[in-house]
């Protein structure tokens, strides 16, 4: 039986996926997923290994990539393909927030599980890529490696001494949970083939002739359809259980697709909260205004909304330089690197701004939570970045053949923002009201700013210098040399754009913190709708979300199954 990797690499990138019309009317499976993007497919793929179960996947993109280039599971694309886990710190917190169970230990064998790492060739070890091999993968289905066009010329050495110059270590690997340094990244790429290794080749195209797995694209989920031949009461402790899922199918027909089992929702986290709304599952005061009769009180749906603000700086450069891909290079930097020795004099106000920021979250949350219960969960968040020193920067530098750019972001931002229903997302006229509310935290402007002025040293520092002669965005003139923080703000304000990791707003935590999901990732108030994807990670996380999504779609799919969970690993480097 040839492996999932090999037929991989022997699937064009036209292949065709094994497709379901809706018939009959009302199909029954056991398990219904809604949203084909990264954590959809791995837990189809692992779902349909049992030959008993059958499985649907709904999905609104087409068939040639899982999901199409819409926005319609916008937080499953995975962006640049890069392939980097969380902080181990990080994964570790989330256990004292209501997820037992859930540390970096109990995940590492997961991350491990979903990959197939290409070592680096001679070629690339030569130009300064290199791994630790204990810390990878060998079987999984995703191939991970270093593209044939990465490190080009002696850009490795140009960019990490710089770094070096700075302060950082370069990293033998980025993917062991010590995340601060210089690294040059390894991505979701099959080499051989010199193609992207998404979810729908590493684990749909293999088994997409199963007789027990469907797929239905150009499809849109509205809502659950609930059980009512078991009615619960309204309320805290009510349990309400799901008996499929009312589609807009290809041809504009509403049927339902029946689960006699699980509905899972993979849709992402600006789709799945608001599938939960227009199922009655939500924030009644938000519920009751779009005329939807509340089936279950969870005023943290939609909300809790992370996202991270992106920045880019560009120079000229003198290199000779012909691949456009994006250049593998970043660094991690934490907040003793950005503030030096006024670190403690941040870290104080930061600390003094907690109740502050805390009531500021309360506020415009729709009375889903109160200022305590935030304050809780910044405290968390600044003793990660303050106590256990976990980097809150990444910066990015690449090389191309017409600039240079440096592109940098605050990684675990403050500001929480929400994503909700509106009359216009009801009668399909719009989008849902998407608020991530950038800036609206002041600790999030100074760190933005103090990245920004590290990048620009990065940029004046030799031998990056010595390419790259001549600031064009912000320019010196725009931000000065020696601007003052307003100046910085001013530009970052007017020019950053999305990081596309909105997470959180289907947050695997505590019922009464917030959480939506618990550390079964089933919906509090019942008992048989979860929700796998990035909307259940309760904090933004370093690294990219693709690794973290794949371990926890693994990690999700045993829980389902009721298999044992594999045995945590004690992670020693």
Known sequence: MPSAFSLLVALPLSASLALASVEPENPQYDYVIVGGGTCGLVLANRLSEDSNVTVAVIEAGGQELFPAASLRTITQHEVGATYIRAEAAQIDAWEGIGNAGWNWSSLWPYYKKSEHIQPPTPSQAAHGITYEPSVHGVDGPLAVGWSIHDAPANTTAIIGQTWNKLG????????????????????????????????????????????????????????????????????????????????????????????????????????????????????????????????????????????????VLAYTISLNLSSTEWPPFGTFATANDLFGSNTSAVESYVRSQIPTYASRIAAQANNSTTQAIQEKLLTLQTDLIFTQHVPVAEILTAPFPSALSIAFWDLLPFSRGSVHITPQFINGSAQPAINPNYFMIDKDAIFQTAIARQSRQAARTSPLADIAPSETAPNTTTVPIDASDAQWLAWLKATYGTNSHPLGTCAMMARELGGVVDPELMVYGTRNVRVVDASVLPYQIDGHLTSTLYAVAERASDIIRGRPLLAPESVQL
């Open 168 to 311: 950082y270590p370069t990293l033998q690997d980025d993917n062991t949970g010590n995340l601060r340094g210089f690294y040059v990244w390894p991505r979701t790429l099959n080499r051989t083939a010199d193609i992207r290794a998404d979810a729908a080749r590493a684990y749909y195209w293999p088994v997409s002739d199963r007789e027990n797995l469907h797929a239905y694209t150009f499809t849109t989920a509205d809502q659950l359809v609930w059980d009512e031949a078991k009615p619960q009461p309204y309320g805290y402790g009510s349990s309400s259980s799901a008996s499929g899922v009312r589609i807009t199918a290809s041809d504009g027909t509403k049927p339902t697709i029946r689960a006699s089992r699980e509905v899972i929702l993979s849709a992402g986290s600006l789709r799945s909260p608001v599938i939960l709304e227009q199922s009655g599952v939500g924030n009644p005061q938000i519920l009751n205004r779009h005329g939807i009769q509340p089936k279950v009180a969870l005023p943290g749906v939609g909300e809790n909304l992370q996202d991270q603000a992106n920045q």
